[in-house]
Nanobody, 122 residues
């Protein structure tokens, strides 16, 4: 089992940057593919980015390509989401999640963090 704790959210002006972190428990972190998802009020949870267990493969939603970057440090059991050029439409609760298969569908992720709020003001 994996426990995930996100941090790094906050309030930022449009055009600014934030770096989210997700710390995982357990000794098998490198076996999990990790994803970032977000959910805005009244909207469904959506895929943002994913990274494979060995960092060899990444995937991004079209809406964040070129602005967001996902990375991980398996020695520290942590996955990151660097968010640059933030827009008001990026405002949401951001969640990290762990999966044993390479997917971008939220329902296929077995473990979830509690989420961290990101608010981008215009």
């Amino acid at each position: 089992q994996v426990q995930l704790v996100e941090s790094g959210g906050g309030l930022v002006q449009a055009g600014g940057s934030l770096r989210l972190s997700c710390a995982a428990s357990g000794r098998t972190f490198g076996r999990y593919h990790m994803g970032w998802f977000r959910q805005a009020p009244g909207k469904e949870r959506e895929f943002v980015a994913a990274i494979s267990g060995d960092s060899s493969t990444t995937s991004y939603a079209d809406s964040v390509k070129g602005r967001f970057s996902i990375s991980r440090d398996n020695a520290w059991n942590t996955v990151y989401l660097q968010m640059n050029s933030l827009k008001p439409e990026d405002t949401a609760v951001y969640y990290c999640a762990a999966a044993t298969v390479w997917v971008t569908t939220p329902t296929r992720y077995a473990y979830w963090g509690q989420g961290t709020q990101v608010t981008v003001s215009s």
